[in-house]
């Protein structure tokens, strides 16, 4: 007979230590729990992100109870704890503020706990990297539950994404005379559903991206949040991950550097968010994987576009979905991936995926017949960006992509608000906006502000993009000729500080470059001449994070977050 598993939730119930075992059970009695809880079956702690500020994971307290049916079925004990929810609707300044603090709610309320392992409950952007983040620093085995998008929002016959809508607003109200009764109209028809953004913005992209992990169950990812199928998926979860505690296959099993790899390609083949790159890397950073920036161009940037999705295309994730889903996807890739990694069902890669089927081809293109041929993100070097900065080439202008204008500088956020629509402004077509002190430590943290608005004069001559530049990040449901994550930043003394107006910049995606034309004696002067700004916080939480965070390049993480403490906690609490 095999020997039975030691489990860590012994060490809390089943301890050579009588007074603690009392002390760690008797209080869980009051919630009426019988005493086989307490003899060796797995404890399976459910992270909920669940909260009303978060609305594209309110619906998270159904699936939660949906998940403890699987785990009781297969012999666990199911117990919820909430953490940290960031909603990228409602938090200021920006939910990526946050993520890093968010983790840590999620690495200690595991390490802290008689766990033996994990179900993440995540939905709008940042709860899924913050919680995969956290678990990974203990390294217990550990599921995701994706939430799921939203249906397809219609609005007078025309179907509209709940992310992209929001970028339209000021062209829609300028050219087609959208009055406020039309937006508040729009605001119900968009959002008509429980769960996150509709597009392939980066709630669906980071979704996609723990599925193409091996993080999920095949085919979790694709399932609109009202389908009861999503149901069905969570259920299963509860059972699984129960046995991946008796098989012991941890975080660090499933999350080798090929998984990474898998990720990246999948991501360039869906359209995925840039904003994949600061999680993917902050989360291989906790797992002990050395991914860097130039490895997103190398592995991905090559790989075509398939998925007919907004940004990078017309349709939304529920038409991804009855068309077959990432499955599809996936089995398309099969000759890209790595089809051997492993995922949490025990199976490889390619053995998950290989009776996937395609229902409409307008949706899920064919590697002999893609959307775009090199759709992934690339990476730009150059003055203006010494550790690199990234655009998305299949959401951008191909006439933008070999560009030279004259740059348009802001100084804030505040500052491009207050002077972008003053009819006197020197900006035109070619011109380049270049936008400074939104980057990690400048905003601080890192908002999604990079796909600025053009200014309204622009708008009514019918120009629809021009180059933007910034040390900041865009909403993975935006388009445009965005360059994003320029590092070093700004506010630390990056190049981008040194820009003025009417400095010629160029873009040349296709030779991956980035250059302020001004000479290296003229930026040493101004260099000479620069003062760092002030710190927008001197204490809490907002303090820490501007004196540890790290730049875009390493993926925004706390420089002491770095890697794990292991799920081992020596001292007991009397």
């Known amino acids: 007979m095999a020997e039975k598993k030691h489990l860590r939730s012994s060490e809390w119930f089943k301890s050579d230590d009588k007074k603690m075992n009392f002390t760690h059970r008797s209080w869980l009695r009051n919630q009426g729990y019988p005493d086989d809880y307490f003899e060796g079956k797995p404890v399976i702690g459910i992270c909920n992100t669940w909260s009303e500020l978060t609305p594209c994971n309110g619906h ?59 179900v993440l409950l995540t939905g709008c952007d940042k709860t899924t990297p913050s919680t995969v983040m956290g678990a990974c620093s203990v390294d217990l085995p550990t599921i995701v539950v994706p939430g799921g998008p939203m249906l397809s929002g219609r609005f007078r016959g025309e179907k509209i994404g709940s992310g992209s809508m929001n970028w339209m607003v000021k062209e829609r109200q300028k050219l087609e005379g959208y009055t406020d009764a039309d937006f508040i ?107 860097k920036l130039e490895d997103f161009d190398r592995i991905g940037s090559k790989v075509p576009l398939l998925v007919n999705l907004k940004p990078s295309g017309k349709h ?64 730009l070097k150059g003055n203006l960006c010494e550790n690199g900065a990234v655009i998305k080439p299949s959401a951008a202008s191909k006439e933008l992509m070999q560009h030279k204008g004259k740059a348009v500088v802001f100084e804030s956020i505040e500052d491009y608000h207050n002077r972008i629509d003053d009819p006197h402004l020197d900006i035109d077509k070619d011109s380049v906006i270049v936008l400074k002190g939104v980057g990690p430590k400048g905003y601080p943290g890192m908002a999604e502000v990079g796909n600025v608005d053009l200014p309204e004069k622009l708008i009514l001559q019918g120009v629809k993009d021009i180059v933007r530049i910034s040390d900041g990040r865009m909403s993975g449901t935006a388009a445009g000729t965005v360059i994003l994550h320029v590092s070093p930043e700004s506010t630390v003394g990056g190049t981008l500080a040194l820009v003025q107006n009417g400095d010629l910049i160029e873009l040349d995606v296709p030779n991956r470059k980035l250059h302020l034309d001004v000479s290296d004696a003229e930026l040493a002067k101004r260099k000479t001449a620069w003062k760092a700004p002030e710190p927008l916080a001197n204490r809490g939480y907002v303090k820490i994070y501007i004196d540890h965070v790290e730049q875009a390049d390493k993926g925004a993480d706390l420089d002491f977050l770095v890697g794990g403490s292991g799920s081992k906690v020596e001292r007991d609490l009397h």
Request: charged letters at 25%; aromatic letters at 4%; hydrophobic letters at 45%.
């Open 60 to 118: 998270l307290r159904d699936v939660a109870e949906i998940v403890k049916r699987g785990i009781l079925e297969a012999g666990g004990v199911p117990l919820e704890f909430p953490v940290m929810s960031l909603g990228e609707t409602l938090i200021r300044p920006t939910s990526m503020l946050f993520r890093n603090l968010a983790s840590m709610d999620t690495e200690e309320s595991i390490r802290g706990n008689p766990l033996d392992g994990i």
């Open 316 to 379: 939304l994730m529920e038409d991804f979905f009855y068309a077959g889903g990432l499955p599809v996807v996936l089995k398309e890739l099969k000759e890209l991936l790595h089809s051997d990694s492993v995922t949490v069902n025990g199976k490889g890669f390619s053995e998950n995926y290989e009776d996937a089927v395609c229902y409409d081809t307008d949706v899920i293109s064919t590697l002999k017949k893609p959307l775009q041929t090199e759709a992934g993100i690339a990476v």
């Open 185 to 291: 109209e729009a605001e119900v028809c968009v959002a008509r559903s429980i769960g996150h953004c509709n597009t392939m913005g980066t709630a669906s992209t980071m979704a996609t991206m723990v599925e193409a992990l091996g993080l999920t169950l095949p085919g979790f990812s694709s399932i609109p949040a009202v389908d009861s199928r999503k149901k069905l998926f969570a259920q299963l979860s509860g059972r699984r991950i129960v046995e991946m505690v008796k098989e012991d296959l941890k975080l660090s099993k499933i999350l080798t550097r090929k998984a990474f790899e898998n990720a990246i390609i999948t991501n360039a083949a869906v359209g995925g968010s840039t904003n994949l790159i600061i999680h993917l890397t902050a989360i291989a950073g906790r797992i002990g994987v050395d991914l």
